[in-house]
């Protein structure tokens, strides 16, 4: 690395103000280069530099644009962590929003011949940026209003309606309205269903809502349905109105394939009313890999930002994710969505995938009461039937939540009894 590349992109940690960049950190591992050389080639490609030195670059550019690595710290020969400063002249925050930032602190680098891998672990960024996001319209405590659990502050119990698709509108609402009188709150469509012409949107809101009005009549519950609105981003804000006007009283869209941006229309429309609920499929082709690619920590940060009112972030145990998956990096994106974030309100995480009564205890207590706890399997999948299998749930969440062992619960609660019987007591873990 020549003396000047050091000079221009490497700065002492005294030398950078949080509030005049976004700061990225990035686990690196160069190829026959140290953890520096590599940051100095991530800082030199995302913002001013190219493979070779350039004889255009004016003064007034080298001075105040480029990116900077402050901070290193080795594991392993070129191996380790390190962070950049990207300042904000070289953003326009205003227009660029969240898919600027990403061409930048996410872009080129990833593609770098001089990298054996490289991860996006984690952003910071400065409050004039966060200051334009209005973030979550509902939040933890919006959507604890809407369900009524505002004072015993139990977790929430959703379930995905199941087979994923191929149900009619008819027999996706009776699907629903057995959940929900099996004490389900919230209920959403898999992440694969939109608009097919099996189950097209409009008519299944109209029958699922139809069925969700004659559960709040006979039980006095809210029960909340979100279905999926993913699309393409021109037609997203007139799908999303189909299912409003059709009486949908929350939302579901797909973030990684329709975009942070898509979260944020939805989200920061006015005229939408209704909670928002984020599914993450797709993730794992950035996430699952942990030297390469971009953390769930880093897609949470940008989710809260652009609204999701609900997310999904996995679970203490279930099915998805594999060896790699850290329950305290799971522990910390979800404090992170229901911590203190500039003023943005907080968004609440969603541990679903793999999940029956048995696994209950173990995500409540590992991942607190702040918490929608999802199954579809497991709660369509009980031997007695939907409506059984969404009593069965509701019951290992009460019995994790007082403290009360399972199978002590199960010996006066016959449906729960008879899930543990039916899946048994060894949880399945993600390993
Ligand atoms: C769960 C689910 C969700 C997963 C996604 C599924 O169904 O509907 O999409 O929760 O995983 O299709 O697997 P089951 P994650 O309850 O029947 O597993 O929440 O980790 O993104
Ligand atoms: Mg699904």
Not at 249 to 269: K, T
Request: aromatic fraction near 6%.
């Amino acid at each position: 690395m020549s003396e000047r590349s050091f000079n221009v992109f490497t700065a002492r940690a005294e030398q950078i103000d949080p509030e005049a960049n976004i700061i990225a950190t990035y686990y690196v591992e160069g190829k026959d280069i140290s953890i520096v050389e590599a940051g100095v080639k991530i800082a030199a490609e995302e913002s001013i530099g190219t493979w070779t030195e350039v004889s255009t670059a004016t003064e007034w550019i080298v001075k105040n644009l480029p990116a900077k690595v402050f901070e290193h710290k080795v594991q392993d020969k070129n191996t380790g962590i390190i962070k950049i400063a990207y300042p904000n002249t070289l953003f326009d925050f205003e227009t660029g929003g969240i898919p600027h930032i990403l061409s930048i602190v996410a872009g080129n680098l990833f593609g770098s011949s001089s990298l054996q891998n490289v991860r996006l672990l984690d952003l910071e960024f400065p409050s004039e940026f966060v200051s334009l996001f209005k973030g979550p319209k509902f939040g933890i405590e919006g959507v604890r209003k809407l369900i009524g659990t505002l004072d015993d502050r139990r977790p929430h119990l959703g379930t995905i309606i199941k087979p994923k698709v191929g149900l009619n509108p008819k027999e996706t609402a009776n699907v629903a309205y057995e959940a929900a009188m099996g004490g389900v709150d919230f209920i959403k469509d898999d992440e694969t269903l939109t608009n097919q012409k099996f189950c097209p949107l409009a008519d299944r809101v109209t029958h699922v809502m139809t069925a969700l009005d004659r559960v709040k009549s006979e039980t006095g519950r809210t029960v909340l349905y979100s279905p999926d609105v993913t699309t393409e981003t021109y037609k997203l804000r007139d799908l999303a109105q189909v299912a409003l006007d059709h009486g949908a009283n929350a939302l579901m869209v797909d973030v990684i394939p329709c975009g942070f941006s898509a979260v944020r229309l939805l989200a920061e429309d006015p005229s939408i009313k209704v909670p928002i609920h984020v599914h993450r499929c797709m993730h794992a082709a950035m996430t699952r890999n942990p030297k390469h690619g971009i953390s769930m920590m880093v897609i949470s940060k940008l989710v809260r930002l652009a609204g999701g009112d609900q997310f999904h972030t996995g679970t203490a145990a279930g099915k998805m994710g594999g060896k790699e998956k850290k329950i305290e990096e799971l522990i910390s994106i979800n404090d992170f969505l229901k911590g203190r974030f500039y003023r943005l309100k907080a968004t609440f995480p969603v541990a679903s995938g793999g999940v029956h009564p048995t696994l209950v205890p173990i995500n409540v207590l590992t991942l607190g009461k702040d918490l929608v706890i999802q199954a579809g399997g497991g709660i369509h999948g009980h031997p007695e039937g939907t409506r059984v299998g969404a009593t069965a749930m509701r019951q290992a969440i009460d019995a994790a939540v007082n403290g009360v062992p399972l199978e002590e619960y199960a010996k006066t609660h016959r449906e729960l009894a008879v899930a543990i019987k039916h899946w048994g007591m060894k949880f399945v873990s993600d390993d």
